[in-house]
């Protein structure tokens, strides 16, 4: 089985909405361990890496993608 791709700073969409009502959850923190933060609400929540990624969907916003849309400021 393949590994989920995340990184930190990634938007991500889980299978069970948190209980403010959004599904949305910002990557703050990862190790073994991921600390993630509610878009919804901004509660945050440290979870195991292996219940993160079976409970994590998709990608939604990837962070690298919008480091590369942000102007420079030149």
């Known amino acids: 089985?393949?590994?989920k791709q995340f990184q930190l700073g990634d938007?991500?969409?889980?299978?069970?909405?948190h209980p403010c009502?959004?599904?949305e959850m910002e990557?703050?923190?990862m190790?073994?361990?991921i600390?993630?933060?509610c878009v919804g609400c901004k509660h945050s929540v440290?979870?195991?890496r292996a219940k993160f990624e079976k409970?994590?969907?998709?990608?939604?916003r990837s962070a690298a993608d919008s480091e590369q849309t942000m102007p420079t400021g030149e």
Do not use: A, H, T, Y
Request: hydrophobic letters at 40%; charged letters at 30%.
């Open 11 to 17: 938007i991500v969409q889980m299978k069970k909405p």
């Open 55 to 60: 409970n994590m969907k998709k990608v939604l």
């Open 21 to 23: 009502g959004s599904n």
């Open 46 to 48: 440290l979870v195991p």
């Open 1 to 3: 089985m393949e590994r």
């Open 27 to 29: 990557v703050i923190r």
């Open 31 to 33: 190790g073994m361990d």
């Open 35 to 37: 600390r993630i933060k």
